[in-house]
């Protein structure tokens, strides 16, 4: 039997232990998890040589105790995000590049009992009537699911892991990310309390470079951080990490980033750091950038930093507060000193291509390039 033939095979055996497993369960029957199953393997798969035994003992420790056929792919330190789709192939990206595997779920009964295995621990579920959630594992990996009728090909996964050590800014030199110009330029920045804008595309690195940056705030100064699903670990002592939480079942408990973002200001912070900026908060957080709450960081999705000026705009306007087009791009001029693009190339990649200085114009803000990178060397233009 080949290698592809043996190991569908024992997957299928798996999944019919696994049922069989939860059967006697349910009937009473006792014994550590692992005797159970290398019993059950004994008397169900007895024709099987001792090393496959031992590898369906894995496989139905898998399914029952754990997260099934993604296990190999939690295991593996280089898999940064897990994206599973139905029952096709699982997709996995590495060194910020995507790549099939050769792991799939056998129906779609069991990605959906994965799916449960994953929400429960978080106080969550996903179902026909609620089919989008978002979760954080106690790891820190961020989870997102799609249910059907909204996911039309079967329950859509997607696991972004949590990398238990934090890039430093030598680090991110190291690695080619920074270059020692761009290292020296936000370290001055941020020591000498610049509101920083941090903006970029999906999986390009943004909030990487804003825990980076947490590396340059004073040990003694007292620092908010205010996230959709906490991230950030900066090396700090005086730190306070909030949280957005989403509604409950019953509709109730919701805590908005906005929320958080004007509870922050009666914190007594010296810094106020936004994951990430997507919603009417933007209006607060500008407001406390330009009142007095200088060297705050934030993130946004945005392609160039003039989108990100436009884009923080736009989001500020959703406040709801009434105030003038002109008068929101003047805050936006106000509050902002820098804006960070951070890009994905092709290979994978994850480098800061441009720094741009905030500058009042005639009706609002404009932008001038004080760092770019140009043909994978630096070029520094001097601050007004």
Same mark, same amino acid.
């Given at each position: 039997?080949?290698?592809?033939a043996?190991?569908?095979?024992?997957?299928?055996?798996?999944?019919?232990?696994?049922?069989?497993?939860?059967?006697?369960?349910?009937?009473?029957a006792?014994?550590?998890?692992?005797?159970?199953?290398?019993?059950?393997?004994?008397?169900?798969?007895?024709?099987?040589?001792?090393?496959?035994?031992?590898?369906?003992?894995?496989?139905?420790?898998?399914?029952?105790?754990?997260?099934?056929?993604?296990?190999?792919?939690?295991?593996?330190?280089?898999?940064?995000?897990?994206?599973?789709?139905?029952?096709?192939?699982?997709?996995?990206?590495?060194?910020?590049?995507?790549?099939?595997?050769?792991?799939?779920?056998?129906?779609?009964?069991?990605?959906?009992?994965?799916?449960?295995?994953?929400?429960?621990?978080?106080?969550?579920?996903?179902?026909?009537?609620?089919p989008?959630?978002?979760?954080?594992?106690?790891d820190?990996?961020?989870?997102?699911?799609?249910?059907?009728?909204?996911?039309?090909?079967?329950?859509?996964?997607?696991?972004?892991?949590?990398?238990?050590?934090?890039?430093?800014?030598?680090?991110? +030199?190291? %690695? @080619? !990310?920074?270059?020692? /110009? #761009?290292?020296? &330029?936000?370290?001055? *920045?941020?020591?000498?309390?610049a509101?920083?804008?941090?903006?970029?595309?999906?999986?390009?690195?943004?909030?990487?470079?804003?825990?980076?940056?947490?590396?340059?705030?004073?040990?003694?100064?007292?620092?908010?951080?205010?996230?959709?699903?906490a991230?950030l670990?900066?090396?700090?002592?005086?730190?306070?990490?909030?949280?957005?939480?989403?509604?409950?079942?019953?509709?109730?408990?919701?805590?908005?980033?906005?929320?958080?973002?004007?509870?922050?200001?009666?914190?007594?912070?010296?810094?106020?750091?936004?994951?990430?900026?997507?919603?009417?908060?933007?209006?607060?957080?500008?407001?406390?950038?330009?009142?007095?709450?200088?060297?705050?960081?934030?993130? +946004?999705? %945005? @392609? !160039?930093?003039?989108? /990100? #000026?436009?884009? &923080?705009?736009?989001l *500020?306007?959703?406040?709801g507060?009434?105030?003038?087009?002109?008068?929101?791009?003047?805050?936006v001029?106000?509050?902002?000193?820098?804006?960070?693009?951070?890009?994905?190339?092709?290979?994978?990649?994850?480098?800061?291509?441009?720094?741009?200085?905030?500058?009042?114009?005639?009706?609002?803000?404009?932008?001038?390039?004080?760092?770019?990178?140009r043909?994978?060397?630096?070029?520094?233009?001097?601050?007004?």
């Open positions: 039997m080949d290698p592809a043996r190991r569908a095979h024992l997957d299928t055996l798996a999944a019919e232990l696994r049922e069989r497993l939860v059967e006697e369960a349910w009937a009473g006792g014994g550590e998890a692992a005797d159970r199953i290398a019993a059950l393997v004994d008397r169900e798969a007895g024709l099987l040589d001792p090393p496959a035994r031992a590898e369906l003992c894995a496989l139905v420790r898998e399914r029952a105790l754990g997260l099934g056929p993604l296990e190999p792919l939690l295991r593996d330190p280089a898999v940064d995000e897990i994206l599973v789709s139905g029952t096709r192939p699982v997709w996995v990206e590495r060194a910020g590049r995507l790549e099939p595997t050769d792991v799939a779920f056998a129906d779609e009964a069991s990605l959906r009992h994965v799916i449960e295995r994953l929400l429960t621990p978080a106080g969550r579920r996903a179902d026909e009537s609620e989008l959630c978002d979760a954080r594992l106690p820190g990996s961020r989870v997102n699911v799609a249910l059907p009728p909204v996911a039309v090909d079967g329950p859509a996964l997607t696991i972004r892991r949590f990398r238990p050590r934090r890039f430093t800014p030598e680090d991110l +030199v190291a %690695a @080619g !990310s920074w270059t020692p /110009a #761009l290292h020296d &330029l936000l370290e001055r *920045a941020v020591r000498e309390r509101n920083v804008l941090v903006c970029g595309g999906t999986g390009s690195g943004k909030t990487t470079t804003l825990g980076a940056l947490g590396a340059f705030l004073g040990p003694a100064e007292r620092v908010v951080t205010i996230e959709d699903t991230e670990r900066l090396p700090l002592e005086h730190v306070v990490r909030l949280e957005a939480r989403p509604p409950s079942v019953e509709g109730r408990g919701e805590v908005t980033i906005r929320g958080l973002v004007r509870n922050a200001l009666r914190m007594r912070p010296d810094r106020i750091i936004v994951g990430e900026v997507r919603g009417p908060e933007a209006l607060d957080m500008l407001g406390a950038m330009a009142t007095g709450h200088d060297g705050s960081l934030a993130t +946004v999705h %945005a @392609g !160039s930093p003039a989108e /990100a #000026l436009r884009r &923080l705009e736009t *500020a306007l959703l406040a507060s009434g105030l003038p087009h002109e008068a929101v791009r003047s805050q001029a106000d509050a902002l000193d820098l804006v960070v693009l951070q890009e994905r190339r092709a290979d994978g990649t994850r480098v800061v291509t441009s720094v741009c200085e905030v500058l009042r114009a005639a009706g609002g803000p404009a932008t001038r390039e004080v760092y770019a990178l043909g994978g060397r630096p070029v520094l233009r001097a601050a007004a």
